[in-house]
């Protein structure tokens, strides 16, 4: 089994439509992010957390909310969405106390709005 | 505000060397580092360099110069399973704890 583990992978919705986009992990991290991938822009952070209780917005946080609901999973919403949400979105976790930079990503979400 | 630049493609035969640069825009940050992701897969870790100089992993190196905000990772040795994109992220020194990612740069391996 994956450490991080996103569901669903794959989503189609219609605009306006609420959609959460879950992320589990076995990693025992503290830290969790969820970021957003266009085409030609990289990832861009939507939310992170370094704790059940630390909810923080990144660079791209409007449209999106999200909850943290134990140290294991991270949960993102969209409470309505439109189309240019369409986009893949990745779930990370990290244990920053290492002090390597590294974040572990989850398979992704590929959601579609219409 | 703060970015990474980084070519959007390179393309190069097996078994030769390819150098990724990347440039930061700021005043300071803590280290940078390199992930490779596979046709929208997970991104997954290379190297992180912490201190200026060379860090070495097997074919993949990556470099960092803090005067010049500037870095690269460089692949030798290509192979067609390189062929990937790859991303520079730092962590501002403003925002400890996040990382800001460049735009990814499209390896392209041909026999």
């Known amino acids: 089994d994956a450490d991080v583990t996103q569901t669903p992978r794959n989503r189609i919705t219609k605009t306006g439509k609420r959609i959460m986009l879950e992320c589990s992990q076995t990693?025992?991290?503290?830290?969790m992010y969820w970021y957003r991938q266009d085409p030609g822009l990289g990832l861009r952070l939507i939310y992170y957390?370094?704790?059940?209780?630390?909810?923080n917005k990144g660079e791209i946080s409007d449209g999106y909310s999200v909850s943290r609901q134990a140290q294991a999973k991270f949960s993102l919403s969209l409470e309505s969405a439109i189309p240019n949400q369409t986009a893949l979105y990745f779930c990370?976790?990290?244990?920053?106390?290492?002090?390597?930079?590294?974040?572990?990503f989850g398979e992704g979400s590929r959601l579609t709005v219409l | 505000g703060q970015s990474l630049e980084q070519p959007s493609e390179v393309t190069a035969v097996e078994g030769a060397i390819v150098q990724i640069n990347c440039t930061y825009q700021?005043?300071?940050?803590?280290?940078l580092s390199w992930y490779q992701q596979h046709d929208g897969g997970a991104p997954t870790f290379l190297s992180y360099?912490?201190?200026?100089g060379l860090e070495e992993t097997g074919r993949f190196s990556s470099f960092l110069s803090r005067s010049d905000s500037y870095g690269y990772l460089l692949l030798q040795e290509l192979q067609m399973k390189d062929s990937a994109s790859y991303f520079c992220?730092?962590?501002?020194?403003?925002?400890?704890?996040?990382?800001?990612f460049g735009a990814g740069t499209q390896v392209v391996v041909t026999p």
């Open positions: 700021t005043s300071g940050f803590y280290g």
């Open positions: 957390s370094f704790d059940v209780k630390d909810i």
């Open positions: 360099n912490g201190l200026d």
């Open positions: 992220a730092v962590s501002p020194r403003d925002s400890w704890g996040k990382l800001q």
């Open positions: 990370a976790t990290s244990d920053w106390d290492r002090g390597d930079g590294e974040l572990f």
């Open positions: 990693k025992g991290h503290d830290r």
